[in-house]
């Protein structure tokens, strides 16, 4: 059983980077076929991909976002990691990790994801 877990600030202020941290347990991030991924909602609004990185590290990200984001990863800590510049308050929402074999689902297909974290609320305010 795959385990997911956020972790990060859970306030930051406008112009400033967004940092936040998937821990994994009950896999490994390097050597399953998984695809590891970050979807957040907004207040009152659904839920929109942000990125994704999969298990040989490769990386995609939401192409309204990509010029703002960086996935990464720790394979000695199994982790990995989502980080968003130059935030604005229309970035505040509850992020997301999640897991699943196929790239279709991580970015599109939410709700048939094998894997969710409980999610994080992040708060972009001065």
């Known amino acids: 059983q795959v385990q997911l877990q956020e972790s990060g600030p859970g306030l930051v202020k406008p112009s400033q980077t967004l940092s936040l941290t998937c821990t994994v347990s009950?896999?490994?991030?390097?050597?399953?076929?998984?695809?590891w991924g970050w979807i957040r909602q907004p207040p009152g609004r659904g839920l929109e991909w942000v990125g994704v990185i999969a298990y040989d590290g490769s990386t995609y990200s939401n192409t309204s976002l990509k010029s703002r984001t960086s996935i990464s990863r720790d394979t000695s800590k199994n982790q990995f990691s989502l980080q968003l510049s130059s935030v604005t308050p229309e970035d505040t929402a509850v992020y997301y990790c999640?897991?699943?074999?196929?790239?279709?689902?991580?970015?599109?297909?939410?709700?048939?994801?094998?894997?969710w974290g409980k999610g994080t609320l992040v708060t972009v305010s001065s």
């Open positions: 009950g896999d490994s991030i390097t050597t399953s076929f998984y695809v």
């Open positions: 999640n897991a699943d074999p196929s790239l279709l689902v991580v970015t599109s297909l939410f709700s048939t994801l094998d894997y």
